[in-house]
Protein backbone atom coordinates (compact mmCIF):
# COMPACT_ATOMS: atom_id res chain seq x y z
CA UNK A 1 0.00 0.00 0.00
CA UNK A 2 1.35 3.77 -0.69
CA UNK A 3 1.81 5.35 2.28
CA UNK A 4 3.27 8.55 4.06
CA UNK A 5 5.69 8.44 7.15
CA UNK A 6 7.36 11.26 9.35
CA UNK A 7 10.83 10.49 9.26
CA UNK A 8 13.21 13.33 11.20
CA UNK A 9 16.79 13.81 10.73
CA UNK A 10 17.84 14.45 14.76
CA UNK A 11 20.32 17.14 15.48
CA UNK A 12 23.54 15.17 15.56
CA UNK A 13 22.91 13.94 11.49
CA UNK A 14 22.01 17.91 10.80
CA UNK A 15 25.28 19.06 12.78
CA UNK A 16 27.48 16.52 11.24
CA UNK A 17 26.53 17.16 7.71
CA UNK A 18 24.48 13.56 7.26
CA UNK A 19 21.43 15.02 6.05
CA UNK A 20 22.65 14.35 1.97
CA UNK A 21 23.54 10.90 3.02
CA UNK A 22 20.53 9.97 4.72
CA UNK A 23 18.05 11.37 2.22
CA UNK A 24 19.37 9.39 -0.56
CA UNK A 25 19.05 6.28 1.12
CA UNK A 26 15.39 6.73 0.88
CA UNK A 27 15.28 8.19 -2.66
CA UNK A 28 17.55 5.32 -3.52
CA UNK A 29 15.26 2.42 -2.55
CA UNK A 30 12.61 4.35 -4.38
CA UNK A 31 10.37 6.56 -1.73
CA UNK A 32 10.18 9.93 -2.54
CA UNK A 33 10.62 13.15 -0.29
CA UNK A 34 7.48 14.98 -0.67
CA UNK A 35 7.99 17.58 1.69
CA UNK A 36 11.08 18.65 3.68
CA UNK A 37 11.96 21.64 6.08
CA UNK A 38 14.29 22.21 8.34
CA UNK A 39 13.89 23.99 11.61
CA UNK A 40 14.04 23.83 15.33
CA UNK A 41 11.76 21.72 17.24
CA UNK A 42 9.84 23.79 20.14
CA UNK A 43 9.35 22.09 23.52
CA UNK A 44 5.24 21.94 22.76
CA UNK A 45 6.03 19.67 19.29
CA UNK A 46 8.88 17.54 21.16
CA UNK A 47 6.35 17.06 24.01
CA UNK A 48 3.83 16.10 21.60
CA UNK A 49 5.75 13.76 18.99
CA UNK A 50 7.44 12.00 22.65
CA UNK A 51 4.01 11.89 25.16
CA UNK A 52 4.44 7.73 24.84
CA UNK A 53 7.61 8.10 27.08
CA UNK A 54 6.92 10.94 29.42
CA UNK A 55 8.51 9.88 32.97
CA UNK A 56 10.79 7.54 31.31
CA UNK A 57 14.07 8.31 32.82
CA UNK A 58 15.62 9.25 29.43
CA UNK A 59 12.65 11.72 29.24
CA UNK A 60 14.11 15.25 30.16
CA UNK A 61 17.08 14.28 28.27
CA UNK A 62 15.77 13.86 25.18
CA UNK A 63 13.61 16.37 25.09
CA UNK A 64 16.10 18.85 25.29
CA UNK A 65 18.68 16.97 22.51
CA UNK A 66 15.63 17.18 19.98
CA UNK A 67 14.93 20.13 20.91
CA UNK A 68 18.94 21.73 20.64
CA UNK A 69 19.37 22.32 17.11
CA UNK A 70 18.18 22.46 13.83
CA UNK A 71 16.56 19.10 12.51
CA UNK A 72 14.84 18.38 9.01
CA UNK A 73 11.79 16.98 9.19
CA UNK A 74 10.10 15.13 5.84
CA UNK A 75 6.89 13.37 4.61
CA UNK A 76 8.13 10.35 3.02
CA UNK A 77 5.62 8.31 0.74
CA UNK A 78 5.57 5.04 -1.01
CA UNK A 79 5.17 1.45 -1.22
CA UNK A 80 5.05 0.59 2.54
CA UNK A 81 7.04 3.86 3.69
CA UNK A 82 6.78 3.14 7.27
CA UNK A 83 7.99 -0.36 7.52
CA UNK A 84 10.74 0.42 4.74
CA UNK A 85 11.50 3.34 6.61
CA UNK A 86 11.92 1.62 9.75
CA UNK A 87 14.16 -0.84 8.70
CA UNK A 88 16.00 1.90 6.86
CA UNK A 89 16.49 3.38 10.06
CA UNK A 90 17.97 0.32 12.03
CA UNK A 91 17.54 -0.40 15.97
CA UNK A 92 16.92 2.56 18.24
CA UNK A 93 20.37 1.58 19.99
CA UNK A 94 23.28 2.53 17.13
CA UNK A 95 24.99 -0.33 19.49
CA UNK A 96 22.49 -2.60 18.02
CA UNK A 97 21.69 -1.54 14.62
CA UNK A 98 23.02 -3.25 11.66
CA UNK A 99 25.91 -1.92 9.63
CA UNK A 100 24.03 -0.67 6.44
CA UNK A 101 21.29 0.78 8.32
CA UNK A 102 21.26 4.88 9.02
CA UNK A 103 22.07 4.50 12.89
CA UNK A 104 23.92 1.75 12.47
CA UNK A 105 26.26 3.92 9.90
CA UNK A 106 26.10 7.28 11.16
CA UNK A 107 25.58 7.13 15.18
CA UNK A 108 27.01 5.92 18.17
CA UNK A 109 25.00 5.94 21.44
CA UNK A 110 20.85 5.86 21.73
CA UNK A 111 21.04 9.63 23.67
CA UNK A 112 21.36 10.55 19.51
CA UNK A 113 20.58 8.40 17.03
CA UNK A 114 20.51 10.10 14.21
CA UNK A 115 16.95 9.77 12.98
CA UNK A 116 12.86 9.67 14.18
CA UNK A 117 10.74 7.78 12.18
CA UNK A 118 6.84 7.01 12.97
CA UNK A 119 6.62 3.41 13.97
CA UNK A 120 2.72 3.06 12.44
CA UNK A 121 0.87 4.14 10.10
CA UNK A 122 -1.66 5.71 13.01
CA UNK A 123 1.75 7.45 13.89
CA UNK A 124 2.85 8.53 11.17
CA UNK A 125 -0.60 10.64 10.53
CA UNK A 126 -0.27 12.24 14.20
CA UNK A 127 3.69 12.70 13.99
CA UNK A 128 2.26 14.83 10.42
CA UNK A 129 0.22 17.00 12.16
CA UNK A 130 2.34 17.60 14.85
CA UNK A 131 5.28 19.02 12.75
CA UNK A 132 3.06 20.02 9.23
CA UNK A 133 -0.07 20.95 10.69
CA UNK A 134 -1.77 18.80 7.76
P1 LIG B 1 12.49 4.71 18.14
O1 LIG B 1 13.08 6.10 17.95
O2 LIG B 1 13.35 3.65 17.50
O3 LIG B 1 11.04 4.62 17.76
P2 LIG B 1 11.64 4.75 20.92
O4 LIG B 1 11.66 3.58 21.84
O5 LIG B 1 10.31 5.24 20.44
O6 LIG B 1 12.61 4.40 19.70
O7 LIG B 1 12.39 5.92 21.66
C1 LIG B 1 12.33 7.24 21.17
C2 LIG B 1 13.70 7.87 21.29
O8 LIG B 1 14.02 8.00 22.67
C3 LIG B 1 14.84 7.02 20.72
O9 LIG B 1 15.01 7.23 19.33
C4 LIG B 1 16.03 7.50 21.50
O10 LIG B 1 16.53 8.73 20.99
C5 LIG B 1 15.42 7.79 22.87
N1 LIG B 1 15.58 6.65 23.78
C6 LIG B 1 14.82 5.54 23.83
N2 LIG B 1 15.23 4.70 24.80
C7 LIG B 1 16.30 5.33 25.37
C8 LIG B 1 17.18 4.97 26.46
O11 LIG B 1 17.06 3.91 27.07
N3 LIG B 1 18.16 5.88 26.73
C9 LIG B 1 18.33 7.05 26.07
N4 LIG B 1 17.51 7.41 25.06
C10 LIG B 1 16.52 6.58 24.72
MG1 LIG C 1 9.35 5.39 18.62
Redesign the pocket.
Given at each position: MVEKTFCML?PDAVANGHIGEIINRFERVGLAVERLEMSIVSPEQAAAN?A??QG????D??IS??TSGPVVKMIITGTDAVRIC?KL?G???PLEATPGTI?GDFGL?????V?????SLQSAAREIAIFFQE
Open positions: KYEHKPFYGLYIRMATDRTMDANIHGSD
